[in-house]
């Protein structure tokens, strides 16, 4: 599918294991029950983990400039909207990493995206094909918050979410961190994979 230069896909996690038809765009996303995501009591031993890696919003040097500019325009959307800034997590980005190495094994440079089955954390993906430039990140951030046009504050329904999916789990109140990776599909192209925790885009909620 081609948008303006860029071949380009996108699709937002909204819960584990319901798939939902394509939208104006190739764009495939699940909604995501209470029950399915109910925090436990006792921190497990990866959410641990993720806490000790955790880095601030503001610059970073670990970051490369196009990380760091993707985590800028999450944290002025949040701004816009009153939710707390995100910060990078070294955790998350490994996990994001990981998936999308997976997405390039399976699929390579087809662009076709399928979520994970993760059902701790939230994901956005997006492919860009290599008629792209440089800064997949910063694209995939800036094509996922320009649904904030669609979103008037309403609860998510299993309907609705297909409009604006990507920007309300990128400015979910309840998350707290993100970690993204771009993947070289092997032709130029990239897959784009963003994981948030808490997860968003609860059924009968709204994003802020």
């Given at each position: 599918m081609q948008i303006s230069v860029k071949a380009v896909f996108a699709a937002a996690l909204l819960a584990p294991s319901v798939t939902c038809a394509p939208y104006n765009w190739d764009f495939w996303g699940q909604y995501t029950s209470a029950a399915a995501s109910t925090p436990s009591a006792t921190p497990s031993?990866?959410?641990?983990?993720?806490?000790?890696?955790?880095t601030s919003s503001s610059?970073?040097?670990?970051?490369?400039?196009?990380?760091?500019?993707?985590?800028?325009l999450h944290n002025a959307a949040r701004s816009d909207v009153g939710t707390a800034a995100l910060v990078w997590d070294?955790?998350?980005a490994a996990n994001a990493q990981t998936y999308g190495e997976t997405l390039v094994s399976q699929y390579g440079s087809s662009g076709t995206l399928e979520?994970?089955?993760?059902?701790?954390?939230?994901?956005?993906?997006?492919?860009?094909?290599?008629?792209?430039?440089?800064?997949?990140?910063?694209?995939?951030?800036?094509m996922w918050i320009a649904e904030k046009s669609e979103y008037n504050g309403e609860t998510i329904t299993e309907s609705n979410y297909m409009n604006?999916?990507?920007?309300?789990?990128a400015v979910w109140k309840d998350t707290s961190k993100v970690g993204i990776a771009a993947v070289s599909d092997?032709?130029?192209?990239?897959?784009?994979?963003?994981r948030y925790q808490e997860p968003g885009n609860y059924i009968g909620e709204a994003a802020y």
């Open positions: 031993t990866s959410a641990s983990a993720a806490a000790a890696t955790s610059s970073n040097s670990s970051l490369s400039s196009d990380a760091q500019k993707a985590l800028d070294a955790t998350l979520h994970s089955s993760v059902s701790d954390q939230g994901e956005n993906l997006y492919w860009q094909g290599s008629s792209g430039d440089d800064i997949p990140m910063t694209n995939a951030a800036t604006f999916g990507h920007y309300t789990q092997g032709a130029g192209g990239f897959y784009v994979v963003a």
